[in-house]
């Protein structure tokens, strides 16, 4: 079992800027990707982006804006998140896949003000 953790969301100015970081614990894989998703009220939950072996993808809407980066043990994974738009509201969620190994966080929340 992998065990994901979220931290670093709050209630934040439109304009401002937060980090999220995801701990990562328990029997972890060689091979995997990580990712944020995010799940605003009412909404379906969306890609934001995706570490994978040093690799990053970002959804349009926050390319430019949001960095991924993940500390050189893997095991911390960040989300740092500029330019915050009412629109960045959401739950964010960290994802952790390996194969058909498919593990969430519980998620944290940002609220972004106008």
């Known amino acids: 079992q992998v065990q994901l953790v979220e931290s670093g969301g709050g209630l934040v100015q439109a304009g401002g800027s937060l980090r999220l970081s995801c701990g990562v614990s328990?029997?972890?894989?060689?091979?995997?990707?990580m990712g944020w998703y995010r799940q605003a009220p009412g909404k379906d939950r969306e890609f934001v982006a995706l570490?994978?072996?040093?690799?990053?993808r970002y959804a349009d809407s926050v390319k430019g804006r949001f960095t991924i980066t993940s500390s050189i043990a893997g095991n911390t994974l960040y989300l740092e998140m500029h330019s915050l738009t009412p629109e960045d509201t959401a739950i964010y969620y960290c994802?952790?896949?390996?194969?058909?190994?498919?593990?969430w966080g519980q998620g944290t929340q940002v609220t972004v003000s106008s």
């Open positions: 328990g029997r972890t894989f060689s091979r995997y990707d």
């Open positions: 994802n952790y896949k390996s194969g058909y190994q498919n593990y």
């Open positions: 570490w994978s072996g040093g690799s990053t």
